[in-house]
């Protein structure tokens, strides 16, 4: 099987999971996308995507559902909104309605850095993005705006990427 992009970055997550949950921090899985079997006689010979996935990752944190994406970007200056595709803005604004915490986590890999971008943000930007298709500047999110606004992921107690921290403390902020 071979890679795809992101696969490293996923792989990194599944990692920080297995730690959250050893830690009894949260309970977190990767969702795969089902797809259906195209079968030639007895044998599986390819198979396509059934049907539209949800986000790459859920669980539950502090007792809150929480879902989130994994993305990357090789741009330095910017995170293209055409990188999310439409049904994944359609679940985190439901799954955010329904009291649950949505998320992307941005991987600048040019610059080595990652960023927590929350619901709120994104879909301010998102909104922008829509009303303003075709217009130049409102295609992306700017660097700087990951900077000021976004959580900056690292390593921390022995988990590798340790992206919910301070979570509760953006939600609680952002009057949930």
């Given at each position: ?93 439901n799954w955010y ?80």
């Open positions: 099987m071979g890679y795809h992009k992101g696969d490293v970055f996923e792989e990194i997550i599944n990692i920080s999971n297995k730690v959250y949950k050893r830690k009894g921090i949260a309970l977190v899985q990767k969702i795969a996308t089902p797809m259906k079997p195209i079968r030639r006689g007895g044998k599986i010979t390819s198979a396509y995507y059934e049907e539209k996935s949800t986000l790459d990752f859920i669980g539950v944190y502090q007792g809150v559902p929480i879902a989130f994406d994994a993305k990357e970007t090789k741009e330095e200056s910017r995170f293209p909104l055409s990188n999310i595709q439409e049904h994944q803005i359609e679940f985190m604004e309605k329904h009291g649950g915490i949505s998320f992307l986590l941005v991987n600048f890999t040019k610059l080595d850095e990652i960023y927590r971008l929350d619901w709120l943000t994104l879909s301010w930007y998102w909104k922008q993005y829509q009303e303003n298709k075709g217009k130049r500047g409102f295609g992306s999110i700017g660097f700087n705006e990951f900077q000021c606004n976004c959580k900056k992921l690292k390593s921390r107690d022995g988990i590798m990427l340790d992206y919910l921290e301070g979570i509760e403390s953006e939600e609680t902020k952002n009057n949930r």
